[in-house]
């Protein structure tokens, strides 16, 4: 049988397959020139500068000197004269309590030692005679006389340190300002039983205010007296300038923090208790730094011939941006600014500006 002449059909599912397998392997060829394009990367010349190293906290102003007042004993309240915001001289009397009963004891003191007096120079009349008569006496007598008289002046001195003392428990009952000052607060109204628990007044001399801090006990050994402060008040735009005037001893173990005191370089009126933040420069010098997202653990990485070098460092930590190389860097080396994502040998360029 003849063959009919009519053209075969194309094998269109074998093209197709073609063309995919043509797509992968072109796709694979693009995905590995990209895989070893060298990565753009920012990039600075690490070089010599000034560093300063400054701690950021916040504090409240207070009164430098500030003084609580509280009840010597336990009675009732019948004058109140002290009053919230009131200037005060040392000695002025904020309250008076109860006294009636250490009054009368007081009383009773005194009258003991009037009579002993009355003993004691009746005493000393009898001696004085007996001394000029003594031709005419015994000696006997003489000696009865100025014994009575000796022990009427033991007697006196006496009564007389109980009278003193009934006067200066008397005085407890009066509450009076320890120091000048303004009255900051007041805790007791007439008719109020207080005792000596309880703070009845704080007094503050506002004529010289500071600022007090806690700075966590990580920085701890880097605060001492007399570094540099800025100190700028919630709500004041100027910088005023201060420094650490008190570190305290001993961290508290409770919070974890070091309480530290910052003075103002010239006079500031401003209300107590108002927010301040302030930056304590801790160390001033010429250093190398870079900035801490350069940091993949405890290394960075440098651009030498095209590619990334890991290069382990010593850093000073420090709540900073930037941190100060102290070894593993050199001036003149090429630091890659970011780690994220940067491993070590890969193919780098630096990035455009």
Known sequence: MPQSDKPRSIPWRRVWVGLAVGALVLGGIWWQMRANAPTAVQVEQVALGPVTRVLAVNGNVAAQTAVQVRAAVTATALDVTGQDGAAVVKGD????????????????????????????????????????????VARSVLDDSRSRLDSAAQEVARLTALRDQ??????????????????????????????????LFTIADLSVLVVKTTVDEAYATQIALGQTADVQLVGRGEILAGKVIFVSPRVDAATGGLAVTIGFDGPVTTPIGLTATVNIVVDQQTALTVPRTALQ?????????GKAKLTPVTVIDWPASRLIVTQGLKSGDVLISDSTAIADGISVTKAAP
């Open 93 to 136: 009397t904020l309250a008076q309590l109860d006294d009636s009963k250490q009054q009368a004891m007081l009383d009773q003191a005194s009258s003991a030692l009037e009579q002993g007096r009355i003993v004691q120079t009746q005493a000393a009349a009898v001696f004085g005679r007996d001394r000029d008569l003594a031709g005419l």
């Open 166 to 199: 009934a006067v200066i428990e008397v005085s407890r009952y009066k509450i009076k300002a320890p120091i000048a000052g303004t009255l900051m607060s007041r805790a007791v109204d007439p008719g109020q039983l207080v005792d000596p628990t309880v703070a």
């Open 297 to 305: 653990g405890e290394s960075v990485f440098i651009l030498v011939n």
